[in-house]
């Protein structure tokens, strides 16, 4: 029996697809988003907490991006819960907008990471949304905040912060 791939037709890549995983001479790393329905209200409008998953979503990609897996930290024994949290919403997002969800690390102090986010449409016109997330190390075994950030987390993180 001889195996056939079916092709699905492909769209072209957007602009912002092509974006994906840049970082700007800023120190931005850029993540695409769209508006889906499940995003957003009856109104049409994306719920607020929608863009807390864009923005874990950029940042966890932004690690992926410089060789930090998610996925391997917990493997370790290591989370990155968030403690804090501060958002402005500029402007409301509406069903089908697309948008570039920009997040940089501002600093390392200790085991604390401050995270900095601007969601803006693509032509960069219309900012939705700017925000800062600390988060900490945590050892998952213990429970607890961990003294000092691993040596191999640390130094992938200071790629970041060039």
């Known amino acids: 029996m001889t195996e056939e791939k ?6 072209p890549p957007t602009q912002a697809i092509a974006r994906l995983g840049e970082k700007s001479p800023e120190g931005w790393f850029e993540y695409p988003v769209r508006a889906y329905p499940h995003h957003t209200d009856y109104a049409g409008i994306v719920w607020h907490g929608t863009y807390l998953t864009w923005m874990e979503e950029a940042r966890v990609e932004s690690l992926r991006a410089i060789g930090v897996n998610f996925a391997d930290l917990v493997a370790h024994g290591c989370d990155l819960p968030v403690v804090e949290l501060a958002l ?75």
């Open 88 to 162: 402005r919403y500029h402007k409301p997002m509406k069903l089908g907008t697309e948008a570039i969800v920009r997040t940089r690390m501002l600093e390392m102090d200790g085991v604390r990471l401050n995270w900095e986010y601007q969601i803006q449409s693509l032509d960069a016109q219309e900012l939705y949304l700017t925000g800062v997330v600390t988060l900490v190390t945590v050892d998952i075994e213990k429970g607890r905040i961990m003294r000092r950030l691993p040596e191999s987390v640390k130094d992938a993180l200071v790629k970041l912060s060039r």
């Open 6 to 11: 079916e092709t699905q037709p492909q769209l």
